[in-house]
């Protein structure tokens, strides 16, 4: 919440963390004057892969799956998260409440965790990306699906992965540095390894044109950053 307070505020902005015990729970508050949120974004803050709106010199990134870490791992320990704020350019205030007791709490009888069900279609799948963060989350989501996914951060590792495996897909970062997604499927293509995979392109942008000029260079898909979970799915058949 704090990183989110900071990529949303200007270096002029407050940003404020409150605690308190109110009515046996902890009570932890960060609020900020910054950005804000918009009433239909609200509501639909803590989902995955939402975000705010960007600012004016860019600086908001990440995946959009802070928010929805918060309040998974808040409920986990019985607790709650709520987000409130005036409308855009007002700020917002984010509060987690989490219970307290001074009774040891009985452990839970052993459950058996059942692996992930496998999908209808299971894909070798290699994701490229210099976002290490990025390319390691969206990797641990697919194989959370039951697909087989491997992740590289430079063009050249991709290249070798793609040289060394059988895959059903590449997903490879436009942005990538020195060799951009463009010339690294052409590369791939070059190398006459894996005829039948399907290039994904992964990008922050989405306008018409770009999505013109990734299908003209033989991508099989347009997926826009902060990726949605529904495009996703469509894409893997999960």
Known sequence: MLTNASRYSQAADDIVVRTAVVGGELEIEVSDNG????????????????QGERTLHGAVGGLGIGLA????LTE??????????????KGSTFTVRLPLTSEAMAPEPATVVSPAPSPRNRQHVLVVDDNIDAADTLAEILRAYGHVVTAVYTPEDALQ????QHLDLAILDIGLPGTDGYE???????TRHNASVRYVALTGFGQAIDQQRSAAAGFAAHLVKPLASDSLAILLGI
């Open 184 to 190: 690294l499927a052409d590369l791939m293509r070059g």
């Open 76 to 89: 986990l320990h019985g607790g709650s998260v709520v987000a409130r704020s005036a409308g855009s350019g």
């Open 161 to 164: 992965a793609f040289m060394q």
């Open 35 to 50: 950005t804000g949120l918009s009433a239909d974004l609200l509501p639909r803050i803590f989902e995955p892969f939402m």
């Open 69 to 72: 870490l918060v309040k998974n």
